[in-house]
């Protein structure tokens, strides 16, 4: 359980997360949607330690991770991995070593520096790669990929760690809608075959819909939508996004049927039927 109590975070005058109060079930896949400034990049920052509450505690399976300190966040810190919208990855690295960078934190600067890895974990990370669909892509740099290549092997760097919690900020917002769909499935499975708990900021509504078991609506830093993908109804929709901003809650979602469509291009076409070569 991951409980987010009463979390406040102020930047100067402008107070960007207010109040919020959530319990969040091990094993949960959570979309935060909510307009730009809303409050959800501070929030799953909080939630890893990049930046501390201005007020508030959060906890993790009983243990404050708010006032971790040294080896206890960096522990924090792999069990709480964190996906981005850029990727961050390191270009002209090949792909496997940017997945070994998951293990960072358990590594000797020296063998980091002349990326030298016992062979378990290469075959560890190629497994992790070859899931994801992108094994065969491991030994070519990071930056020959695809955006959406490029944001699986994200993802496996994030697994790479085995963590408990996966954040993923934004991860779709730089890709087109196939690759979007097919890192939203990649995030689905790892959250429902892993019993991972996945938690993903996302700007449009549809997305975090077909993805979601539970979406968070948040507005000006407040939480104003707590329910399922079947509670989110055009009023709960307008709290969210504001009446004007409801254009942008659709906008390039990458929506379920949009999603039909993407699977048709991706799935396997059936081989024809061989009717003449038959004796
Ligand atoms: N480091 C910072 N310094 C000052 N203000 C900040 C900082 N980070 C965020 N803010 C402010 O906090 C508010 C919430 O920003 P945040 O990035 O959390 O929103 P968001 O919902 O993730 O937006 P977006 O979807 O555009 O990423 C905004 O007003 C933003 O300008």
């Given amino acids: 359980m991951l409980e987010i109590r009463n979390v406040t975070r102020r930047f100067g005058a402008n107070t960007a997360v207010k109040s919020v109060d959530l ?6 896949m959570v979309g935060i949607i909510g307009a730009s400034g809303a409050g959800k990049s501070t929030l799953l920052r909080m939630i890893n330690r990049l930046i501390d509450p201005s007020e508030g505690s959060i906890l993790f399976e009983g243990r404050e991770v708010s006032s971790l300190k040294g080896k206890a966040l960096r522990s924090w810190h792999r069990d709480c991995a964190m996906v981005f919208q850029q990727f961050n990855l390191v270009p002209r690295l090949d792909v496997v070593s940017n997945v070994m960078h998951g293990l960072l ?18 075959l560890r990370a190629i497994d ?39 954040l993923a900020d934004e991860p779709i917002a730089s890709l087109d809608p196939r690759n979007a769909q097919i890192v939203m499935q990649s995030l689905r499975d ?4 892993d019993g991972l708990t996945v ?44 009446a004007d901003g409801l254009d942008e809650a659709f906008s390039e979602s990458v929506t379920s049927t949009s999603f039909n469509a993407v699977r048709e291009t991706v799935a396997p076409k059936p081989e024809p039927e061989v009717l003449a070569a038959q004796p």
């Avoid at 790892?190 to 075959?193: K, V």
Wanted: proline share 4%; charged share 25%; aromatic share 4%.
């Fill in 23 to 28: 319990r969040i079930p091990t094993g949960q």
């Fill in 105 to 122: 934190n358990e590594r000797s600067t020296l063998a980091t520096i002349f990326n030298v890895w016992p062979r378990a974990d290469i």
């Fill in 128 to 166: 992790i790669l070859e899931r994801l669909g992108v094994g065969d892509h491991a030994v070519k740099r990071a930056e020959a990929l695809s955006g959406g290549q490029q944001q699986r092997v994200a993802i496996a760097r994030a697994l790479m760690q085995q963590p408990k919690v996966v």
């Fill in 190 to 193: 790892i959250n429902r075959q």
């Fill in 199 to 242: 938690i993903t900021n996302l700007h449009t509504l549809d997305t975090a819909r077909a993805f979601c078991e539970r979406i968070i609506g948040m507005s000006a830093g407040e939480v104003v939508f707590d329910g399922t993908p079947e509670d989110l109804t055009e009023a709960a929709a307008r709290r969210i996004y504001g």
